[in-house]
């Protein structure tokens, strides 16, 4: 993050300083950045995106870029800009991103706070405080935030975590309900949440449910037994939920599961290795950077499920070798008008990252140079000003 503090006036070589003009406290204005990556276009109905770069923990860098689909222009770190005094930006970590209404949220993870934003212009409307929150999902006029609710540390006495329910009118935590251990991404179906918990501090012994709550009593109604590490959830039109599972790292690897919301059992699982999922109609794509301490090395693979003819349409939805230029895939998006595929490239997690947008049959159209970790996308229905 931005570094630039008020200081006091020093004295001694500074005397000179002072008699010119006195101590400045002005915080100076952080300009954005914008680079022309494509030709203008007229969207029926997508106007661009938002994307959170996570920024390295303890790093204080997360930003926020933003594409404009009418320009073809992609600007970078917008947020200090249109809110020059906000102390310390948007802080540590951002872990998610989501556009409900006429209002833009991000969820900061190490600064335990989501933050709102106006969507036509980025503008701060105000935040919560949410201790190590993670993700966030929106039903009706609540959000609901996934929360480890303690320190971010391994430890094997971790204490579970919980969902924090939020009145989107008012801003304000309404209900609260104790989850599984380090709780992930959710999805809502059936006047029910489901949210996939990781136990990841509590290594090697990681929670391996889907805790199951019920959205008008917010009580947990159900757990169910899936496998370890659980993570990313996606939810397709036929009820059925996707869940992955990032394994143990050694010999234990990745899956995704498929739990059935009606019967609220396991019924499969897919055969395929995901760190990030995005479901599009019925396609479900997934990328996954699996690390093993056994070889010391990521294995880096792509592929696409159909999920009305549950079949495994592609092992490499990136169709022109155009995979070799990216260093450590990190985040996926699939814009739900042009169908355009976008992989976030982390490169080496402390310098900048890039963007990647390939056509729908997997071919490259342009990148461009974002923040540190590119990771979480928002496409957005209503123009940027």
Request: aromatic share 10%; proline share 4%.
């Amino acid at each position: 993050m931005h570094t630039a503090i008020r200081r006091g006036c020093l004295a001694g070589g500074m005397i000179l300083l002072l008699l010119a003009g006195g101590c400045r406290k002005e915080i100076p204005m952080i300009r954005s950045e914008v680079d022309y990556v494509t030709l203008p276009t007229s969207p029926e109905r997508i106007e661009g995106f938002f994307l959170v770069n996570e920024g390295n923990m303890g790093s204080n860098k997360c930003t926020i870029d933003h594409f404009d689909a009418r320009t073809g222009g992609y600007r970078r770190n917008i947020y200090p800009e249109r809110n020059p005094g906000v102390v310390k930006e948007l802080g540590d970590v951002g872990n998610d991103i989501g556009i409900h209404g006429d209002r833009l949220y991000v969820v900061v993870n190490c600064s335990n706070l989501v933050e709102v934003m106006d969507v036509y212009t980025a503008e701060h409307i105000g935040s919560l405080s949410i201790p190590n929150c993670r993700y966030i999902v929106f039903d009706g006029d609540r959000a609901y935030v996934s929360s480890y609710a303690g320190p971010v540390q391994i430890d094997p006495e971790a204490r579970p975590g919980k969902v924090v329910e939020i009145d989107l009118e008012r801003l304000a935590i309404t209900r609260e309900v104790v989850v599984g251990y380090q709780p992930e991404e959710m999805v809502i179906t059936g006047g029910r949440l489901y949210v996939a918990n990781s136990g990841g501090y509590r290594y090697p012994n990681y929670d391996r449910t889907v805790s199951v709550v019920d959205l008008a009593t917010f009580e947990v109604v159900n757990t169910i037994d899936v496998a370890i590490n659980l993570h990313r959830m996606e939810l397709d039109r036929f009820g059925r939920i996707y869940v992955s599972s990032r394994g143990d790292y050694y010999g234990t690897g990745s899956d995704i599961y498929v739990i059935d919301s009606k019967s609220e059992q396991v019924i499969g699982r897919l055969g395929i290795a995901a760190s990030e999922m995005c479901l599009d109609d019925d396609r479900l794509y997934t990328i996954s950077t699996e690390w093993s301490y056994t070889t010391q090395s990521n294995e880096i693979t792509y592929a696409v499920y159909d999920t009305a003819s549950e079949r495994i349409l592609s092992r490499s939805f990136i169709t022109d070798g155009t995979d070799e230029r990216i260093t450590l895939p990190y985040g996926l998006a699939v814009n739900p008008e042009t169908k355009e595929i976008y992989v976030c490239d982390a490169t080496n997690y402390v310098t900048p990252g890039y963007l990647y947008c390939f056509t729908p049959e997997g071919r490259f159209k342009w990148r461009v140079r974002t923040g540190d970790i590119p990771a979480h996308i928002a496409f957005s229905e209503e123009p940027f000003y």
